[in-house]
């Protein structure tokens, strides 16, 4: 009876025992569970902070890049502006320098001494002629018109339609050629004025119109980009026409070579 018991009792401490090295077990392995689920969500979070610093920095990084393009762009075309605005200086001074310079001329021919003593030539010439120089001054002086009001297509017009009527034979037809000259110059047709000049010196060898077209022959081809070509006749007219106005301007000019 007594040996039964122990027997019992023997087997229920082993099942004790066992259920109690169980419930360690099982405990150890709640515990090892818990802390691999907190290292797991500590991890997580941190890979979350990670992704907000890496998407952070990405964002900053895309914004400072536009920044600077940005101010890449702005310099770039503060320059372009600048750079314009010198060549609409530039054009509109050596547009002002034209007119005055057209004006200066026109007002020296039509003060000229010489126009005088032809007006008197022609009061003592027969009356044919007399009449054909007094059409010929109406249309000289109708096309110079249009010249000074800054016409200058006009202007072209009626010189060449002066030319074809008055080619020879009229005093006021080299005149005339040299202003259709200046008239082309204007609009900055400088081949063509250049031509123009060009026939003002060959077809009328000895009018006093010879040294500004010269000079003006000598702007057209530094237009054109003919340099040494407008360097040589800059040369010629301080050499031919010394202590004169083109003379200084030619000086003026060679500085700038």
Known sequence: MNLSINKILHRYVIVVFVCNIFSVSVGLAASSQNKRQDAAIIKLKKDVRILKNKSGNNQMGALLQQNEQLRIDSQELRGTIETLQYKLKKN???Q???????NIRIKKLESNKSFSSN?????NSNTNYSTTTDVGKKDYQKSLSFLKQGKYNKAIKSFNSFLKKHKTN???SDNAQYW????????KKY????NEFLNLVEGYPNSDKNPDAQIKIAYCYYELGYKKEARTIFKYIIDTYPNTENAKLSQKKLKNF
């Open 119 to 123: 007006n008197n030539s022609i009061n």
């Open 170 to 172: 009229n005093e006021y």
């Open 92 to 94: 509109e001074d050596r």
């Open 96 to 102: 002002k320098n034209l007119y005055n310079d057209l």
């Open 180 to 187: 259709l000259a200046e008239s082309y110059y204007a609009l």
């Open 191 to 194: 081949d063509i004025a250049l």
